[in-house]
Every structure is written in structure tokens, then in C-alpha cells.
T-cell receptor
Framework: EVQLVESGGGLVQPGGSLRLACAAS?????????MHWVRQAPGKGLVWVSR????????TYADSVKGRFTISRDNAKNTLYLQMNSLRAEDTAVYYC??????????????WSQGTLVTVSS | DIQMTQSPSSLSASVGDRVTITCRAS??????LNWYQQKSGKAPKVLIY???SLESGVPSRFSGSGSGTDFTLTISSLQPEDFAIYYC?????????FGQGTKLEI
């Protein structure tokens, strides 16, 4: 069974940092799969944040987090990360990691983590 | 960025009804369109990918169609467990963008 289990959320002050981790199991993490982060502010819709290629060689970010967030992965540990620096109140959201099977060139999110809440507040 | 617009934003329906949700992209995305269902307090779940491909394990009452800029998600006969929020998402180009969601209520 595919599982994505997140950790690392919590309360942080504006300007602070936090690192999210997403532990993957039930599939070969290092093969084929791009991985993504998606967030959802309380009561709002889904917003794509970032993605990373299976071997870690390519990353892409939403403009709203570029230069502040860093996505990475450790394929030996089957874990995806999101390092979040210079956090702002508007970063407050539930953060999800998601697997992308990139099926025949079509990108979509076929497995999601349970989500972790990041609250940026003084 | 490609803007995704769903309609309606909310919809009231009854068990057994046929329901259609539409999604329009601000530019052509060919068939790079996915549909997700999200229930309260839960992570989203993919229903349809590549505009019309049914994800494994998803009931056949869900179907998707369209290409270019206009897409639809159809639920042929609503079941009680289908009341949720539905999102479309384009994966033609980054930043991948979602529609604002359609809340399907009893």
C-alpha cells in the first residue's frame, strides 16, 4: 500500500523557518515519480507549491515561495522535504506532499499525505 | 499562469441525480486536466486524469470529457458519499493551477 506520512508542521513566528518531511513507503520512491508539495489555507482552495524530479535533478517553484522554500529528496531514505524560510502569515496552510506517476507524460497526483498544518503567527 | 475557472461554485443535488461540473482554462491545455474530490478534513483524491482517464478504483459513475479549454466532470447517479468539494487542475505547464472548487451539497 502506498503511504506518504508527513511530519514537521507547527507554529512558527513570522520570519522563521520550518522543515517538512514526507516519508514514503509501499512503492519504489526513487523510480519515475516526481513529488510535489501542495498547500491549502484554512477554508480555501488547493495551491501547488513545488515539485522535484525522481532523481532530484530538477525543481520548480510557485512564484509565491521562490527564493524562500527549497524542495529536496533523499532517495536512500525514501523521504521528501520542504525547507521553508522567511515564513509569512500568508504561508499558513495545511501542506500536503503528493506523488506524481507522470503516466505517459501526464502529470497528476495519485497519492497524497495526510497533511500537516503550518501556522505562521506571532 | 494558466487560470482555471470552475462553475458552478456550489451545487445542490439529490441522491440519484446526474451532475455536471465545468472547468475552463484561460488558454489551451490540450488534455492536461485532472479532477480531484476532497471531503472535509481529508486529503484530495484523484478521480480523473488526462481529461478522461478514470483512476483505478474510482467508480464508473464518474467521467470526464473535454479538450483545449473546456472540460466537464459528470457524475451519472449521485451517491451519498459523493457530496464533497471537486477541483479541476491543469498540468500543462507550471505553476500547476487548480480551479477554485465546486461544493456539491445535498
Amino acid at each position: 500500500e502506498v503511504q506518504l506520512v508527513e511530519s514537521g508542521g507547527g507554529l512558527v513566528q513570522p520570519g522563521g523557518s520550518l522543515r517538512l518531511a514526507c516519508a514514503a513507503s509501499g512503492f519504489t520512491f526513487s523510480n519515475y515519480y516526481w513529488m510535489h508539495w501542495v498547500r491549502q489555507a484554512p477554508g480555501k482552495g488547493l495551491v501547488w507549491v513545488s515539485r522535484i524530479k525522481s532523481d532530484g535533478s530538477r525543481t520548480t517553484y510557485a512564484d509565491s515561495v521562490k527564493g524562500r522554500f527549497t524542495i529536496s529528496r533523499d532517495n536512500a531514505k525514501n523521504t521528501l522535504y520542504l525547507q521553508m524560510n522567511s515564513l509569512r502569515a500568508e504561508d499558513t496552510a495545511v501542506y500536503y506532499c503528493a506523488r506524481d506517476p507522470d503516466s505517459y507524460g501526464y502529470s497528476y497526483f495519485d497519492s497524497w499525505s495526510q497533511g500537516t498544518l503550518v501556522t505562521v503567527s506571532s | 499562469d494558466i487560470q482555471m475557472t470552475q462553475s458552478p461554485s456550489s451545487l445542490s443535488a439529490s441522491v440519484g441525480d446526474r451532475v455536471t461540473i465545468t472547468c475552463r482554462a484561460s488558454q489551451s491545455i490540450t488534455s492536461y486536466l485532472n479532477w480531484y474530490q476532497q471531503k472535509s478534513g481529508k486529503a484530495p483524491k484523484v478521480l480523473i486524469y488526462a481529461a478522461s482517464s478514470l483512476e483505478s478504483g474510482v467508480p464508473s459513475r464518474f467521467s470526464g470529457s473535454g479538450s483545449g479549454t473546456d472540460f466537464t466532470l459528470t457524475i451519472s447517479s449521485l451517491q451519498p458519499e459523493d457530496f464533497a468539494i471537486y477541483y479541476c487542475q491543469q498540468s500543462h505547464s507550471t505553476p500547476y493551477t487548480f480551479g477554485q472548487g465546486t461544493k456539491l451539497e445535498i
